[in-house]
């Protein structure tokens, strides 16, 4: 195995545990309905009710309304972002810079872990999404599955390239698991996107219509949360966990 993968492998691990550590618990999936509607969250500061792992996430407004941003505005091809370098300083003290050198992976794929559901096993979960911009990439997904050693798949959408993908982010690489073309999602408007799970069984929809359906290898058991990809501006909101 090549040492820049070994020093993947390890940075996944080591930024999931901080993750599990940092995540407030409060109940299972499995126990009810938990929504996350950003009402009571403070805009302009980063966000309570889910923890960023990786990239910039802020509470925002739309209109009237609170949401939850993600603003990949300074994202760049090769450099980490913010939030990846503030939680390696906490690893690794003054050596981090070291570390972010042997890694770039996280840089393309921000993500933010939702706090009180524990475990998901089987279910739905829905978030609504508006893409704001993105010369590269605008793409908004549910983040399921998450490991501690930072495994994890990735329901999106996205406006640039009118598509539904399945990814799997395992061992530091991420490749496509079912790709659905033709799934419209114009940017500056709303829309849902809806991951039911069954065991191994997952289904994905797009504003209440069924565009995927795929058996995992193995049944799904994980914290939940959002994705993106490099420059994305997405904003999210009323993200709804139900577990069976």
Not at 167 to 172: I, P, Q, S, V
Not at 198 to 206: A, L, M, N, P, S
């Given at each position: 195995m090549k040492f820049k993968s070994i020093i993947t492998i390890i940075m996944t691990a080591a930024l999931a545990a901080l993750i599990f550590a940092n995540v407030s618990t409060v109940m299972a999936a499995d126990a009810g309905t938990i929504l996350f509607d950003f009402s009571g969250e403070t805009v302009g500061a980063p966000p309570k009710t889910f923890t960023?792992?990786?990239g910039n996430w802020i509470i925002g407004r739309d209109g009237r309304n609170t949401v939850l941003v993600?603003?990949?505005r300074q994202w760049k091809q090769g450099v980490a972002s913010a939030g990846l370098a503030d939680k390696a300083r906490t690893l690794y003290g003054k050596r981090y810079a070291e570390f972010l050198d042997n890694v770039t992976a996280y840089a393309y794929f921000p993500f933010a872990v939702a706090g009180k559901v524990e475990n998901f096993t089987n279910g739905e979960i829905t978030v609504e999404f508006k893409a704001i911009a993105g010369r590269i990439d605008q793409g908004a997904g549910i983040l399921f599955d998450l490991k501690p050693n930072g495994d994890y798949y990735a329901l999106?959408?996205?406006p640039l390239e009118n598509n539904l993908v399945l990814?799997?982010?395992?061992?530091?690489r991420r490749s496509s698991v079912s790709w659905v073309r033709n799934v419209k999602t114009p940017s500056r408007r709303w829309h849902t996107l809806k991951l039911t799970v069954?065991?191994?069984?997952?289904?994905?929809?797009?504003n209440g219509k069924q565009y995927l359906a795929k058996q995992l290898p193995a049944p799904v058991s994980g914290r939940v949360g959002l994705w993106t990809k490099a420059d994305s501006v997405i904003y999210f909101d009323n993200y709804r966990v139900t577990g069976r």
């Open positions: 960023a792992a990786v993600v603003d990949g999106r959408a996205n990814w799997r982010y395992k061992h530091g069954d065991g191994r069984k997952i289904k994905g929809y797009v």
